[in-house]
Nanobody, 125 residues
Framework: QVQLVESGGGTAQTGDSLRLSCTASGRTSSMYTMGWFRQAPGKEREFVAAIRSTSATYYGDSVQGRFIISRDNAKNTVFLQMNSLKPEDTAVYYC???????????????????WGQGTQVTVSS
């Protein structure tokens, strides 16, 4: 089993930056892919970013160019640097992990086995 614990959420103003962290514990050797999803009130869960253990990265269209995902494999931690924040970035952000990666469906939430509890990010205008 794997446990994912997020930290770093909070409130920010438009244009600010925030950094989220997520640390995996347990069978961390299975964390080939780690990433982030978000869900705003009344909206579907949305893919934000993913990173493979090779450090290859993938981003959702709405955050491309503003957010940066990275990972420290030695510390089993994934980071999400969120820059130029907008009010529409307000959501609960979830860390995810899985033992495999597929170009066909990495943007689908159903394919990720492990989920964190979520951390709230609120951006005011």
């Amino acid at each position: 089993q794997v446990q994912l614990v997020e930290s770093g959420g909070g409130t920010a103003q438009t244009g600010d930056s925030l950094r989220l962290s997520c640390t995996a514990s347990g069978r961390t050797s299975s964390m080939y892919t780690m990433g982030w999803f978000r869900q705003a009130p009344g909206k579907e869960r949305e893919f934000v970013a993913a990173i493979r253990s090779t450090s290859a990265t993938y981003y959702g269209d709405s955050v491309q160019g503003r957010f940066i995902i990275s990972r420290d494999n030695a510390k089993n931690t994934v980071f999400l640097q969120m820059n130029s924040l907008k009010p529409e970035d307000t959501a609960v952000y979830y860390c995810v992990g899985d033992s495999v990666f597929s170009l066909a469906n990495y943007m689908l939430s159903d394919r990720y086995e492990y989920w964190g509890q979520g951390t709230q990010v609120t951006v005011s205008s």
